[in-house]
């Protein structure tokens, strides 16, 4: 098993400074300590484990190239968040995975039954159209607000509810 020379409780600001210096064994650190979480969030969104693997390791090349422009305004784990996010809806594009809907429709709370487990659930989001789950995710997971999703996609606020409200609909269906 490989060992850190670094204390793995050491403080973000430290980190952070040490990753900044180049320190190889910091930087691994820094990617043992956020790449589950992150991978989850580039799964979630992609739904597809390699193309999360790829959206994963371009976002860790940015962390490590832009750290310097970190200014300790949030958490280093909603930073790198972000990058991951971007870059799994970027992944996402290349592929053309976005339903143009009807942007009429309105978003309505989705009742589910009092039994449902975090694995159906889980499950049922993940048969989603992939558009329609990365939107539902961003807004109803992460609690990113329509316009910073439509900002995030290049699409509409109207097209972000929409896809919200589709997969909400489609998520009744299928856990009813």
């Known amino acids: 098993m490989f060992r850190l020379a670094i204390p793995t409780d050491i403080s973000e600001r430290d980190l952070v400074d040490r990753c900044r210096a180049n320190d190889r064994i910091a930087q691994r650190v820094l990617f043992e300590r956020y790449k589950r979480a992150m991978f989850s969030t ?49 992944k996402q594009q290349l592929e053309g995975r976005y339903l143009k809907l009807n942007e009429a429709i ?19 989001i993940r048969t989603l159209p992939d ?34 409200s589709y997969a909400k609909k489609l998520l009744r269906q299928r856990l009813a």
Not at 54 to 74: C, G, K, P, T
Not at 112 to 122: H, S
Not at 143 to 160: Q, R
Request: charged letters at 25%.
């Open 106 to 124: 309105h978003d309505e709370p989705v009742p589910f039954r009092d039994t449902l487990t975090g694995e159906e659930l889980d499950a049922a």
């Open 42 to 90: 580039a799964y979630r969104i992609i739904n597809d484990y390699d193309h999360a693997n790829d959206a994963l390791q371009d976002a860790f090349v940015e962390v490590f190239r832009n750290l310097n422009q970190f200014a300790f305004r949030s958490t280093l784990g909603a930073w790198i968040k972000t990058i991951v996010v971007r870059q799994a809806i970027r």
């Open 131 to 164: 558009g329609a789950r990365t939107i539902f995710l961003l807004v109803e997971v992460e609690g990113y607000m329509h316009k910073e999703v439509a900002d995030m996609l290049g699409i509409s606020e109207g097209t972000s509810k929409s896809q919200v």
